[in-house]
T-cell receptor, first 110, second 115 residues
């Protein structure tokens, strides 16, 4: 059974701080890793994807992948109240199927 | 055109009705997906069409019937649904099924209520 685990939160951070969201996965055969942001009542929006070990930066977002530890994280720098949403980690193995974690709810307070 | 569109945005139907959900993309993507999402849960995969062929069916009840008339269009036909089928139905597409770099992009969803 392939699993993706996230802390459901809420993770509360003050405006301007760094928010750190974590995800672990069970299968070492995992190939691709994705972070989606989902506002309440809306559809998931792709934030970052990463395939190789290490860090990948895009604006205020940094994805970190450690395949040896089966761990992927998302850092959000200079967090804004508009970043308040549920962040879904998704992992793809060797098919077209994504396995989603249950999501972490982030709250950024002014 | 860089988005996935879904119609209708909202749908209310009775248990004896037949309705269809429509999804369209004009990005040249070669895979399209249907997901179901209940409140406070992650999206749950239902079907995958890869190069217009059904490649994954996650043991979905036959009251849900997918159709992929062409590479840009995906339908989900609904018949004799149950109230527990009420959910947000999400369509997604991706450019390169089977590739490590393939990435799924979601449409806005159809909010379905079954009475």
């Amino acid at each position: 059974q392939k699993e993706v685990e996230q802390n459901s939160g809420p993770l509360s951070v003050p405006e301007g701080a760094i928010a750190s969201l974590n995800c672990t996965y069970s299968d070492r055969g995992s190939q691709s890793f994705f972070w989606y942001r989902q506002y309440s009542g809306k559809s998931p929006e792709l934030i970052m994807f990463i395939y190789s070990n290490g860090d990948k930066e895009d604006g205020r977002f940094t994805a970190q992948l450690n395949k040896a530890s089966q761990y992927v994280s998302l850092l959000i720098r200079d967090s804004q109240p508009s970043d308040s949403a549920t962040y879904l980690c998704a992992v793809r193995y060797n098919t077209d199927k994504l396995i989603f974690g249950t999501g972490t709810r982030l709250q950024v307070f002014p | 055109d860089t988005e996935v569109t879904q119609t209708p945005k909202h749908l209310v139907m009775g248990m004896t009705n037949k309705k269809s959900l429509k999804c369209e993309q004009h990005m040249g993507h070669r895979a399209m997906y249907w997901y179901k999402q209940k409140a406070k849960k992650p999206p749950e995969l239902m079907f995958v069409y890869s190069y217009e062929k059904l490649s994954i069916n996650e043991s979905v009840p036959s009251r849900f019937s997918p159709e992929c008339p062409n590479s840009s269009l995906l339908n989900l036909h609904l018949h004799a649904l149950q109230p527990e089928d009420s959910a947000l139905y999400l369509c997604a597409s991706s450019p390169s099924p089977g590739q490590v770099t393939d990435t799924q992009y979601f449409g806005p969803g159809t909010r379905l209520t079954v009475l």
